[in-house]
Nanobody, 123 residues
Framework: QVQLVESGGGLVQAGGSLRLSCAAS????????MGWFRQAPGKEREFVAS???????YLASSLKGRFTISRDNAKKTVYLQMNSLNAEDTAVYYC?????????????????WGQGTQVTVSS
């Protein structure tokens, strides 16, 4: 089992920035991928970003230039830096863990999920 704990969400004004963190613990393999997804009220969960063990990344095309994913393998932590936030970014953000070391936007290929952290952008 792997446990994921997200932090860093909150209320921010439009144009502002936030950095989310997600720490993994438990029985983690030697190499693994992690990702971020988000779900706005009344909408399906959507892919945000994914990162492999070596730091290779895959971002949703609509978010390139504003969002950045990174990781610290020693801390088993993945980060999501979000800049130039707008009201459309308001959602619950979920961290995801994949026991296979490969980036993917598919929710079904992640094995564990965090509880989610709320990000609210006021306009």
């Amino acid at each position: 089992q792997v446990q994921l704990v997200e932090s860093g969400g909150g209320l921010v004004q439009a144009g502002g920035s936030l950095r989310l963190s997600c720490a993994a613990s438990g029985s983690t393999p030697n190499r693994y991928a992690m990702g971020w997804f988000r779900q706005a009220p009344g909408k399906e969960r959507e892919f945000v970003a994914s990162i492999n063990w070596s730091g290779g990344t895959y971002l949703a095309s609509s978010l390139k230039g504003r969002f950045t994913i990174s990781r610290d393998n020693a801390k088993k932590t993945v980060y999501l830096q979000m800049n130039s936030l707008n009201a459309e970014d308001t959602a619950v953000y979920y961290c995801a863990f994949r026991r296979t070391d490969g980036v993917t936007p598919s929710t079904s290929l992640y094995d564990y999920w965090g509880q989610g952290t709320q990000v609210t952008v006021s306009s």
